[in-house]
Antibody
Framework: QVQLVQSGAEVKKPGASVKVSCKAS????????MHWVRQAPGQGLEWMGI????????SYAQKFQGRVTMTRDTSTSTVYMELSSLRSEDTAVYYC???????????????WGQGTMVTVSS | QSALTQPASVSGSPGQSITISCTGT?????????VSWYQQHPGKAPKLMIY???KRPSGVSNRFSGSKSGNTASLTISGLQAEDEADYYC???????????FGGGTKLTVL
């Protein structure tokens, strides 16, 4: 079945970097864009950016420009999100979410990963 | 880019209907017919409930409906059930480069 499986929880110190993975299965990896969304404890969803797994092009939210890097590995059907210069405010659950087909989902986020908790603490 | 505006909370009794509003601007909700709504239960990933403002994905109950007028989108849940108690988020594409903006979320309580 179609699914996104993310890497496990991380604990990082302020100033460090974290790299979260999202492995896709059950569909053609390069045919669907992927977003990254985060959710701080008790807070709402926040869009971070999007990557085209086919060519690797990216678009990032202005808030994360310069700190976030999204990449992909087509050989393993995996996308990655790396966030640098971590601070306590980056403590959140990070989700990858697939962009569905326009015909059936209007490009909405149709499949989500299970989420990866990243804790930033000294 | 500012988040879309949603009420923090709404409530209703079983069997009743509720509506959640989502107000954006002419740069996002008002410009694109690409508003989606997501349901999120505690500790779970969000689930797509409505796309393109008013369409339901396969498997989503027809008790969920959506609409849009100008810069405001709305989600209506009819025949409220206990399992509808969750957080709901609206979302819109916003300009070029496939940028996205979410609403702040609305907590639905079924009394």
């Amino acid at each position: 079945q179609v699914q996104l499986v993310q890497s496990g929880a991380e604990v990082k110190k302020p100033g460090a970097s974290v790299k979260v993975s999202c492995k896709a299965s059950g569909y053609t990896f390069t045919s669907y864009y992927m977003h990254w969304v985060r959710q701080a404890p008790g807070q709402g969803l926040e869009w971070m950016g999007i990557i085209n797994p086919s060519g690797g092009s990216t678009s990032y939210a202005q808030k994360f420009q310069g700190r976030v890097t999204m990449t992909r590995d087509t050989s393993t059907s995996t996308v990655y999100m790396e966030l640098s210069s971590l601070r306590s405010e980056d403590t959140a659950v990070y989700y990858c979410a697939r962009v569905g087909e326009m015909a059936t989902t209007g490009g909405a986020f149709d499949i989500w990963g299970q989420g990866t908790m990243v804790t930033v603490s000294s | 880019q500012s988040a879309l505006t949603q009420p923090a909370s709404v409530s209703g009794s079983p069997g009743q209907s509720i509506t959640i509003s989502c107000t954006g601007t002419s740069s996002d909700v008002g410009s694109y017919n690409l508003v989606s709504w997501y349901q999120q239960h505690p500790g779970k990933a969000p689930k797509l409930m409505i796309y393109e403002g008013s369409k339901r994905p396969s498997g989503v109950s027809n008790r969920f409906s959506g609409s849009k007028s100008g810069n405001t989108a709305s989600l209506t849940i009819s025949g409220l059930q206990a399992e509808d108690e969750a957080d709901y988020y609206c979302c819109s594409y916003a300009g070029s480069s496939l940028r996205v903006v979410f609403g702040g979320g609305t907590k639905l309580t079924v009394l």
